[in-house]
């Protein structure tokens, strides 16, 4: 289902990846620098979701500023948040690349603003967190993840240049968020893998991607 989202003086293209059967959590997917929602790991994603009765929509915001970005994301929310057509209990915001970084930067001001504190924004899911720029280890990009509460699934390629694995790791043991890493062996920035097809490597980020918001899904409901 394609809908506008109200931007400020403008819309954002979004769509709705809809479940066959009435879903109570949602995720919300945006793309990175390059690309827009049309991206093919994100489409393979919406759709892996959805037909496991979990609803995504997912939204393009072009404008490399973080800040930009992360307002857009908040903007998604908010309409998903008080949309009549699907009511939901929670969403989960999920980005590639720079997406992920503005979808952690909305969720560190959402919960600063928010000062009833309410739990609509159920985790986070980073798919190849940019920790640094390529070469540039000196400058991390963990400040928001450091002060977020909610459950974070990091996934992310052992050979990706913009995330080398001890700094990743070395960041995750000092989050205060419940957090888990799957690494995904030799996959670059790009996910690509010497030797695997795509789809296979796609599987392998669904299946993963999945099986962490079905457990932070029941853990709600215990």
Known sequence: VKVKIPFGNKYLDAVFSVPEKKSTYGVILTHGAGGDMNFPHLVSLAACLASHGVLCL???????NIAYRAKAFKSV?????????????????AGRSMGSRAAASAIRQLSQEEEDDDD?????VCLSYPLHRPKLQSKLRDE???????????????????CEKQLLEGV????????????????????????????DVMEEINAQVFSW?????????K
Not at 58 to 64: D, S
Not at 77 to 92: A, C, H, P, Q, R
Not at 146 to 154: A, D, E, G, K, T
Not at 213 to 221: C, F, V
Request: aromatic share 10%.
């Open 58 to 64: 997912r939204f393009t915001c072009k404008g490399l």
């Open 77 to 93: 929310v908010e309409y998903l948040k008080l949309s009549d057509d699907y009511k939901l209990s929670g969403v989960f915001l």
């Open 120 to 124: 609509f924004i159920q985790g986070l």
């Open 144 to 162: 928001d993840l450091l002060f977020i509460r909610c459950p974070v699934l990091f996934v992310s390629g052992s050979a990706d240049e913009m």
């Open 172 to 199: 995750a043991s000092k989050m205060k968020a419940p957090k888990r890493i799957c690494w995904i062996d030799k996959a670059n920035h790009g996910m690509a893998v010497k030797g695997r097809t795509t789809d």
């Open 213 to 221: 918001l079905r457990e932070n899904i029941e853990l709600k409901h």
